[in-house]
């Protein structure tokens, strides 16, 4: 065999495995895409049913005299000799 023969050998070695690395490297770009596009299907989702799962600021502040009580019997009670909680 010639040079040139190997020459044109070794390019077509070295043209299919960049044909299955090209072939690989996109299926991996399109597994990630498809990641994603469910990970923003699912932040979206979560975006949506916020308002549902949470008080706004107003009905929070209606609440939060309840809830410092709440945490002060927390932080400042005490116990009996029995074991049960007096405040």
């Known amino acids: 065999m010639e040079l040139r023969e190997y020459i044109n050998f070794l390019m077509a070695v070295i043209g299919v495995l960049m044909s ?13 895409e498809d990641k994603l596009e469910e990970l923003h ?3 979206h989702n979560c975006r949506e049913s916020l308002p549902i ?22 932080n400042y009670h005490q116990h009996d000799q029995a074991g049960r909680v007096t405040r």
């Not at 299955?20 to 990630?32: S, Y």
């Not at 949470?54 to 410092?68: H, V």
Request: net charge positive; no cysteine; charged share 30%.
């Open 41 to 43: 299907r699912l932040a």
């Open 20 to 32: 299955l690395v090209g072939f690989l490297f996109w299926r991996i770009l399109h597994r990630i």
């Open 53 to 74: 799962r949470f008080l706004g600021r107003k009905e929070f502040d209606g609440y939060q005299s309840d809830i410092d009580k709440l945490w002060y019997a927390v």
